[in-house]
């Protein structure tokens, strides 16, 4: 699995011996040193995929990647002792920017990389290094004549990772089967390790949608919206969804619905689980984003409804949103009634109290 | 009440109701903060990690910053040496092109920077071998420049990737060490404000104004943080810039129940977090400032004026109960929740929220018109500007701003009694106020 892989330590290994590793100069009595190990206490490769979040930077292999950076040596066996390190501390994004300068100078095989990622996405989902990184890559790929750059076709490499920009030169039309790719890689991801909130994960996905605007189709649009549909069946509280629903619509402007359509979707969500902030929040934006008020006829209808029902029941509270929305839907018409809803949220909601007991001086004054 | 009845259940309500079980025993406590034991984890954790903190390795500054700003927030002054070994570490850390990185040879990271500078700032002073004398200031200057992009963002470091904590850790090392150009902050204001989501609070980053993920209470103190230095260093006010009202209302909604003992969380629909004490908990001081550049485009009345009786919008008691019986671990340090291990992050973000719901933190603006008035113009030009007398303005103006946030001392709301009181921390820079002013007033030469 890994060809440079060892249980020797790299100031040992005989491909290695032309280096002199260079120790971490610390001074002395450092401040919140890290307490190195020479060697790491589980080197054996049948447990590094599982224990890799507790293995350790150890000391050998960074001081092997000092003398590599000392000597400016980009080459595959620095590009091993790099994703050595990375799979110790993803988060060691010096270690990362070498790895990419490596890959560029030499014009490896871009697809292996991006495949490598695949498996430390999953791994370490919340690094930041690894989104980055994997960006980069795709970036490379989109670019390159050769999307599915081969080790025999090295990707064209000349602008694309320049350390100074932050977004690659726009896709070429055939790399739209990469797109494709990496939104079902994400999709499955979510799934795979549980977390469909991960906010790495989502804001990678908007930046392949937004990249690779121009070149996906209404079908792959359409898919977008089946994808999100789907999670919010899973989890209506998912707000992450919500606000990925919000970003397609109004983003990137992939209107597929009217105004209408869309605020009878959300009532509908809300007809389901009223209490649920995601929802109320994404209508509050909806009719801002079409510079409506709140004074909308059917919500002001859904909000009083909701709230006479849960009132009239004994053991029921009307969920503070729909209250909210009657309270803030009056002060924006600069109705009196506005108060007495604030007053009702005050008794309801003491956590926001003060903020209640605000607003309703607002709507005093108003 | 729980936060949700809605009878439907799902991944979220079930990680919802773990918690509020994992809280129920911390309900009706009433713990006093265990300074002692905090100190010693903090102290240990100077010393040195533990192998299994080895993933912080490209963090250092952080851990020292983290740890130092934890101490002093808790009213426990530094010894000669932890001082000395403190600038001896960071400057180990510092690079000769410019910045400062996670550990020494490490590449430079405006984070590690921003923590650096902080630490800096914590632990040194003026004089030969205290710290700031040394510290290369257009070596940092330069390194930001090489950072920012032209749509106003910065890349973390080379090759790296763009957030808003990258402005936010920008702007603050560039407030405190005076080294504002206006070059270094055009267009930051529009990268920060197109951060902004439906929701009302800032997310993570944005593509060409296209902005990517949602409301982040993290990435929301950066924002409001950034956009406030960034104001105050302007005649137009931004307040235009982004919608002022919306991003209360998610913040004040961020606060959790009853039944999770007013902690806060950092999204729509997750968990309390103790981390967040600060970056929400924090931000409220912030909100006044933006209040009063609202006000004066408002009507002016007695009764619309913001701050109601106890002059806040959260509820800073129950706050204060989350860190103090929520998120102290017995052993020392704090945590995001109970059942999770204490780290110095989370010891540090819960302590500087703590402090920010003790003490009443106001922007007191006559004070700030008094030093803009006489402010000493000295610069000696080593920060390389085309723009001269735009500088001018913004250091004048820069320093008068970040001088002016100072504790209300007649106004504290310290849940506990007087022995749970922290020292009041710098809304914008999160360090002591008492550090901050001399910090200014030494880099600004005023």
Redesign the interface.
């Known amino acids: 699995m890994f060809p440079w892989f060892s249980t020797m330590l790299y100031a040992e290994r005989d491909d290695f011996k032309d280096l002199q590793p260079i120790p ?14 020479p060697k790491c ?1 589980c080197r054996d490769p049948c447990f590094v995929g599982s224990l890799a ?2 293995m ?2 150890d000391k050998d292999a ?1 001081d092997m990647f ?1 003398a590599v ?1 000392h000597a400016n040596e980009k080459s595959e066996r620095a590009l091993g002792l790099t994703e050595d390190i990375i799979r ?7 270690v990362w ?1 070498y790895r ?2 490596i890959i560029v100078e030499l014009g490896l095989d871009i697809q292996a990389e991006l495949k490598l990622m695949d498996e430390l996405s999953t791994e370490f989902l919340k690094s ?2 690894v ?2 990184h994997r ?2 890559c795709v970036g490379l790929l989109a670019t390159s004549t050769s999307p599915f750059a081969s080790k025999d076709a090295p990707a064209a490499v000349t602008i694309a ?1 320049s ?5 690659p030169p726009p896709p070429l039309e055939s790399s739209k089967e990469l797109a494709q790719s990496e939104l079902k890689f994400v999709a499955e991801l979510f799934y795979a390790t549980d977390d ?2 991960n ?1 790495h994960t ?2 990678y996905r ?2 392949i949608l ?1 990249y690779f605007d121009k070149i996906l189709q209404d079908e792959d649009r359409h898919l977008e919206f089946e994808f999100i549909e789907s999670l919010i069946k ?7 969804v919500w ?1 990925h629903r ?2 397609c619509l ?3 402007g992939w209107l597929q619905t009217t105004l209408e359509a869309e605020i009878e979707y959300v009532l509908s969500k809300i007809g ?7 929802s109320w ?2 209508l ?3 009719l ?2 079409n510079r409506r008020g709140l004074n909308d006829e059917r919500v002001l209808q859904f909000s009083e409804t909701l709230v006479k029902a849960k009132s009239a029941s004994d053991d ?2 009307p969920p503070v949103p729909a209250l909210e929305w009657l309270a803030d839907a009056a002060l924006e018409d600069k109705n009196p009634i506005a108060t007495k809803y604030y007053l009702q949220l005050k008794e309801m909601d ?6 209640w ?2 607003k309703s ?2 709507a ?2 108003a | ?1 729980t ?4 009878g ?1 259940y ?4 079930a990680a919802q109701r773990d918690v509020e079980i994992t809280l129920e025993f911390a309900l009706n406590q009433d713990k006093e903060l265990d300074r002692l034991a905090h100190a010693k984890y903090l102290t240990e ?16 500054p952080w ?2 910053y983290w ?1 130092l700003h934890s101490l002093l927030t808790l009213g426990i002054s530094l010894d000669q040496s ?1 001082k000395a ?2 600038i ?2 960071l ?2 850390c510092m690079n000769p092109s410019g910045g400062f ?7 430079s ?1 405006v984070l590690t920077t921003y923590a650096s500078v902080m630490s800096f700032v914590i632990a040194g002073g003026p004089g030969q071998g205290n710290g700031w004398d040394d510290i290369d200031r257009k070596g940092i200057y330069s390194f930001l420049m ?1 950072m920012k ?1 032209q749509d106003g ?1 910065f ?8 957030d808003v904590r990258g402005c936010y850790c920008a702007l603050a090392v560039a407030t405190v060490l005076d080294i504002l150009t206006p070059e270094l902050l055009d267009n930051v204001d529009t990268f920060v404000a197109s951060c902004q ?4 609070g800032f997310s ?2 944005n ?1 060409g104004g ?7 209470g993290g990435y929301t103190s950066c924002s409001l943080s950034a956009l406030t230095m960034l104001d105050s260093t302007r005649s137009s006010k931004l307040n235009t810039m982004f919608d002022l009202d ?1 991003l ?1 209302r ?1 913040s ?2 961020m ?4 039944n999770e003992l ?1 902690g806060f969380r950092g ?4 968990l309390v977090d103790g981390c967040y004490s600060w970056w929400l908990g924090g931000s409220f001081s912030l909100f006044e400032y933006w209040q009063q550049a609202h006000d004066i485009n408002c009507e002016d ?1 007695e ?6 009786e ?1 002059s ?4 800073r008691e ?1 706050l204060q109960g989350y860190v103090l019986n929520a998120a102290q671990n017995a052993k020392g340090g704090l945590r995001d929740k109970p059942g999770k291990n204490p780290d110095t992050y989370h010891t540090a973000y819960n302590l500087s929220g703590l402090s920010a719901s003790q003490h009443y933190i106001k922007y007191d603006s006559d004070r700030a018109r008094q030093l803009a008035m006489n402010f000493v113009h000295n610069d000696d030009n080593d920060i390389p500007t085309e723009r001269t007398l735009e500088r001018a303005s913004i250091r004048r103006f820069a320093y008068s701003s970040a001088m002016a946030w100072m504790p209300d001392k007649a106004a504290k709301s310290v849940r506990g009694g007087g022995s749970n009181i922290t020292n009041p921390t710098h809304p914008i820079f999160n360090i002591t106020i008492s550090k901050s002013l001399a910090a200014l007033k030494y880099f600004y030469c005023q």
């Open positions: 971490q100069d610390e001074g002395p009595s450092p401040l919140a040193p890290i307490n190195y190990s206490e979040l507790k350790t930077p960074m000092r950076v110790m501390n993803a988060g060691h994004y010096t920017h990419t300068t930041y290094q989104w980055h960006r980069l990772a350390p100074e920009t932050s977004s469909p909130k906010y989502w804001v908007q930046w937004t899973d989890d209506i509280y998912n707000n992450s606000s919000f970003f109004f983003k990137l389901i689980a009223p209490s649920n902030m995601s929040n994404y509050r934006g909806l801002k984003a029921m509270k003491p956590i926001r109290r003060h903020y007991s605000w001086h607002l005093l004054a | 009440m936060a949700y009845d809605d439907v799902t991944a979220t309500t954790s100077l010393r040195g990690l533990p192998s299994s903190l080895k993933v912080l390795d490209a963090s250092r851990l020292i740890s932890s070994r403190a001896n570490t400057f180990k990185g996670g550990g020494p040879g490490q590449i990271h090489r992009q963002s890349i973390v470091h080379e090759g790296g990737e763009v989501t439906y929701e009302g993570a980053c593509n296209l902005q990517f993920g949602e409301a982040h919306a209360l998610w004040v909604h606060q959790g129940l009853e007013g999204r729509t629909n997750k009345s009764e619309a004026n913001w701050v109601d106890e806040c919008l959260y509820d129950a």
